[in-house]
């Protein structure tokens, strides 16, 4: 599909995240939502009334042949492979919210069954998006820093502490057997594979601090890349930083090479520090910080509608995203079994 004519959206699963997702659509000039829907009814019909948008309590009309050009799934990992097997038709676009599938085996055959059918299916996996990503990435690529010797970032939200513990937001995190890696750490393992490359092997060592919850909240893990970067995800979410809005990027990272130590901190600002200097420079870096992520949603959106229009490339393909699940699998099994896991041709574990 492309061309200047309008595009239609269909969005299902309206829980917390749904808004960022609507908001963004309603902002790119020539989509309109056909539709929106939830097992809830009550809240499709709530959300359908303040949006002005169809509500449909069967996202059957949504799924169907004559359905939308665009597929938005803000659903559970346990409704993915239904929702998109009953969706697909040649040509129509499929976004899917990480993570994706319950397991790299149905992940898999979701996948060959969109390649067969012709239809295109991404993940939603928006932190490569968010701006400061975007500038690291064309740093690395442009060569700025030379040669990554290694990146840690470390996540500190600070929402998970007490017996309420992310009841106000997002309360289906309580009952997740595995919290910290599959639905926190999936996108810092999509987002250092493609700021370093391949990720080769895996280390885990993950523990619960809170015990009202079902999975680990806290926990660490060592990604060998194919160049030679090492990236660790160090994750606490019970623990802070310092930012005025502690989600915006949910921790702080450094890179440190060659030439230069790269510090983002929490409030989106990306400083260098040449080697040998004690001075830091704040790089510039313009974008509309709203929503969430500095507007990592609306970007991947118009991204999406980039390639359906004129033909952009695409990022985040499902098919590419099988490897960031089968690096969450060997996560867990390194956390299982208390070693290294290497993972071979396609990131096969080994």
Request: include cysteine; charge should be negative; aromatic fraction near 8%.
């Given at each position: 599909m492309t061309g200047a004519g309008n595009i239609t959206v269909g969005v299902i699963g309206l829980g917390y995240f749904s808004q960022f997702h609507?908001?963004?659509?309603?902002?790119?000039?020539?989509?309109?939502?056909?539709?929106?829907?939830?097992?809830?009814?009550?809240?499709?019909?709530?959300?359908?009334?303040?949006?002005?948008?169809?509500?449909?309590?069967?996202?059957?009309?949504?799924?169907?042949?004559?359905?939308?050009?665009?597929?938005?799934?803000?659903?559970?990992?346990?409704?993915?492979?239904?929702?998109?097997?009953?969706?697909?038709?040649?040509?129509?676009?499929?976004?899917?919210?990480?993570?994706?599938?319950?397991?790299?085996?149905?992940?898999?055959?979701?996948?060959?069954?969109?390649?067969?059918?012709?239809?295109?299916?991404?993940?939603?996996?928006?932190?490569?998006?968010?701006?400061?990503?975007?500038?690291?990435?064309?740093?690395?690529?442009?060569?700025?820093?030379?040669?990554?010797?290694?990146?840690?970032?470390?996540?500190?939200?600070?929402?998970?502490?007490?017996?309420?513990?992310?009841?106000?937001?997002?309360?289906?995190?309580?009952?997740?057997?595995?919290?910290?890696?599959?639905?926190?750490?999936?996108?810092?393992l999509d987002l250092f594979g493609w700021l370093f490359g391949p990720i080769e092997s895996v280390y885990a060592d993950i523990r619960q601090l809170n015990p009202v919850i079902a999975g680990e909240d806290c926990g660490l893990m060592i990604l060998h890349h194919r160049g030679g970067t090492v990236s660790v995800f160090d994750g606490n979410r019970l623990s802070d930083h310092i930012a005025e809005n502690r989600r915006k990027t949910m921790g702080e990272l450094v890179i440190e090479a060659e030439r230069a130590t790269l510090r983002l901190d929490g409030e989106g600002r990306l400083f260098t520090r040449a080697f040998g200097s004690n001075d830091e420079a704040e790089l510039p870096l313009h974008y509309e910080d709203r929503d969430f992520g500095g507007g990592c949603v609306e970007?991947?959106?118009?991204?999406?509608?980039?390639?359906?229009?004129?033909?952009?490339?695409?990022?985040?393909?499902?098919?590419?995203?099988?490897?960031?699940?089968?690096?969450?699998?060997?996560?867990?099994?390194?956390?299982?079994?208390?070693r290294r896991i290497e993972l071979g041709q396609k990131g096969r574990t080994v």
């Open positions: 609507l908001n963004a659509w309603e902002r790119i000039e020539g989509v309109t939502i056909a539709g929106i829907s939830d097992r809830d009814e009550a809240r499709t019909q709530e959300v359908a009334a303040a949006r002005g948008v169809a509500g449909f309590a069967d996202p059957a009309p949504l799924l169907g042949p004559e359905g939308p050009d665009i597929l938005d799934l803000v659903t559970p990992p346990d409704s993915h492979a239904d929702l998109v097997r009953a969706a697909l038709r040649p040509g129509r676009m499929i976004i899917c919210q990480k993570p994706f599938c319950r397991n790299i085996a149905e992940a898999e055959a979701v996948v060959q069954e969109a390649a067969a059918i012709g239809a295109d299916l991404i993940i939603h996996e928006n932190f490569r998006f968010q701006p400061w990503y975007r500038k690291i990435k064309q740093m690395l690529e442009a060569g700025d820093l030379g040669q990554v010797y290694g990146c840690r970032f470390a996540l500190r939200p600070g929402d998970g502490r007490g017996e309420d513990a992310y009841l106000a937001r997002q309360p289906a995190f309580r009952a997740m057997p595995r919290l910290l890696i599959h639905e926190t750490g999936v996108h810092f970007a991947l959106n118009r991204h999406v509608v980039a390639y359906l229009r004129d033909g952009a490339p695409l990022e985040n393909r499902a098919q590419d995203y099988l490897d960031v699940i089968r690096c969450d699998e060997a996560a867990y099994l390194s956390a299982h079994q208390g």
